[in-house]
């Protein structure tokens, strides 16, 4: 094996670890879709505005 020359066990290795890690960023990308989802849903519900408002001099 020359310097620089990749072996095909080394190439699947590395294509393998890709798609786990792009399989992985998926699965918490929803995750963190889903609990973004919460918190804008529990913040609308909220009156915030109102209660700002005894909060000013």
């Known amino acids: 094996m020359k310097k620089g020359e990749l072996t095909i ?3 699947i290795v590395i ?6 890690l792009i399989i992985i960023a998926l699965i918490f990308r ?3 879709i ?3 989802n919460e918190i ?3 913040s609308e519900s909220l009156n915030l505005k109102d209660a700002a408002q005894g909060l000013k001099p």
């Open 9 to 11: 066990d080394y190439t």
């Open 15 to 20: 294509i393998l670890a890709l798609l786990v």
């Open 30 to 32: 929803g995750q963190i």
């Open 34 to 36: 889903n609990f973004v």
């Open 40 to 42: 804008t849903g529990v």
